[in-house]
């Protein structure tokens, strides 16, 4: 029966898990399950976690710990909930989720995901707890029901799954496996779905995405460039964009497709990870931070205005207060828009949670504080220095105020405008009057 049971996604990390949830609650949808963001109304609920650093990782025990409360009122008053662990600290932690939480029906890695409603049906007939945790041969995107609907104007597209970087920090290599390229007309032919269903720009996502090598129609190996080029020529699909990307791959046809490609948006989000070339190489990063700023220049050549967004970690093993200050002078030379920065997390099974060296939590704390400090007043610069131009802005939802909308410069930056409701899911100029360090305001131009 449609809409007769209830499903609760919750979703922690990054945007490959926004992605799936989404998958996951559509391919329910057949199997009667319609979307509730309540709990107590939930008769399953799915939190799909991230295991990227153990601040995020222990956030699913508290909420299983409430979810434990949740499942015995619900008991009580006749009814049963099923709770499901999915993502990467499924993939990671496996059975021992289970031990750790009882009230767990279900772990699910993140590479059965087309076997959610199956797995679902067995542990609550079969009364016991499951664990689905394998690599298996079959593809699930050709097992995943064909998307149908979108929240918003923009959506996610994953193109790629994996990494074989194997930086000593990252646990992505053992979460999400080896690299994984989706072929080209599986993507085209998702693109061409969600444009349907009235999306107007699309984020490829993959851990590794600039190494993206699916196969096209003649089983040659294609970039991302040129799938970006293929992607350009759907009608309707208005502005690409991509992430993340590694240094490493950013090749010459990327990066000449950021000066041709008029769909794709002038925004690159390029982890750093350190400035020091010594930390560098402990993080087997296989680049130095003089290539990363001569990739800098080339991509600045190529798109000059480009909005750049990193990654970076402080208090890796053996860093040192120069090292540091390497990290910090490579954030002046570069000037980020927009910047993730972390204290390092020793995470099991990686090499770099074994080297005897870790930095103190004061000293990572201390540094991370200087960082931020640094990239805040980078961020707030950037975008008080839009004051005065006029933007596209894709209008993406409401905004708190009334009347108010929000939507996304060609930048990134979010940006708040007065505006008619009509104008959601549309492409409107917007003068901008006023910047925040994390938002922009501005007024709709008349056509
Ligand atoms: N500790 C801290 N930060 C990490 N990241 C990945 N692994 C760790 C870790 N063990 C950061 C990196 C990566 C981002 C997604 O998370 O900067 O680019
Ligand atoms: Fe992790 Fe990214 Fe390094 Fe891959 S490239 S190991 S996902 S940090």
Redesign the pocket.
């Known amino acids: 029966m449609p809409g007769a049971k209830k499903v609760l996604v919750k979703t922690f990390g990054?945007q490959m898990n926004v992605y799936d949830s989404e998958r996951m609650a559509e391919s329910l949808k057949a199997y009667g399950y319609s979307e509730t963001d309540v709990a107590e109304d939930a008769d399953l609920v799915i939190l799909n976690t991230c295991h990227?650093?153990?601040k995020a990782a222990e956030k699913v025990y508290s909420e299983l710990g409430r979810l434990r409360q949740l499942k015995d009122e619900r008991r009580r008053e006749g009814r049963a909930t099923q709770v499901a662990v999915a993502g990467c600290v499924a993939q990671a932690e496996g059975g021992e989720i289970i031990a750790r939480a009882p009230v767990v029906d279900l772990v699910v890695g993140p590479q059965s995901y087309h076997r959610l409603p199956e797995l679902l049906y067995r542990a609550r007939s079969e009364s016991r707890a499951l664990v689905e945790t394998s690599f298996p041969e079959e593809d699930k995107f050709n097992k995943l029901p064909r998307r149908t609907r979108t929240h918003s104007a923009s959506a996610f597209l994953t193109v790629q799954e994996g990494c074989d970087k194997f930086?000593t920090?990252?646990?992505?290599p053992y979460t999400r496996g080896v690299e994984a390229s989706r072929p080209v007309h599986a993507i085209l032919d998702e693109a061409r779905a969600l444009v349907d269903a009235g999306v107007a720009e699309i984020t490829l996502l993959g851990q590794n995405v600039n190494g993206y090598h699916g196969e096209d129609e003649a089983g040659s190996s294609t970039s991302l460039a040129m799938l970006i080029r293929r992607l350009a020529g759907i009608e309707g699909l208005e502005r690409i964009r991509y992430t993340?990307s590694h240094p490493r791959d950013m090749g010459e046809d990327l990066i000449a497709a950021h000066a041709s490609e008029k769909k794709l948006m002038p925004y690159l989000h390029l982890?750093v990870?350190s400035g020091s070339d010594h930390i560098l190489a402990g993080m087997n990063r296989k680049h130095t931070a003089a290539y990363y700023l001569d990739l800098v220049t080339r991509i600045r050549k190529a798109r000059p205005d480009i909005a750049l967004s990193?990654?970076?970690?402080v208090g890796?093993p053996g860093e040192t207060e120069d090292d540091f200050a390497a990290t910090l002078a490579i954030v002046e030379q570069v000037g980020f828009a927009q910047a993730?920065?972390?204290?390092?997390?020793?995470?099991p099974g990686?090499p770099?949670?074994k080297i005897d060296a870790q930095v103190p939590e004061p000293v990572k704390l201390d540094r991370l504080y200087r960082l931020q400090r640094l990239l805040e007043s980078q961020q707030t610069r950037f975008n008080a220095a839009c004051v005065g131009r006029t933007f596209p802005v894709l209008f993406e939802r409401s905004g708190r105020r009334e009347g108010q909308l929000v939507g996304r410069s060609p930048y990134l930056q979010p940006v708040h405008a007065f505006a008619a409701s009509e104008l959601l899911g549309r492409i409107v100029s917007v003068e901008i009057l006023g910047a925040g360090p994390n938002s922009l305001q501005g007024v709709i131009q008349a056509a």
């Open positions: 990054c990227i650093r153990e930086c920090f990252c646990v992505v993340t982890p990870q990193t990654d970076i970690i890796f993730y920065s972390f204290k390092y997390s020793p995470r990686t770099a949670a």
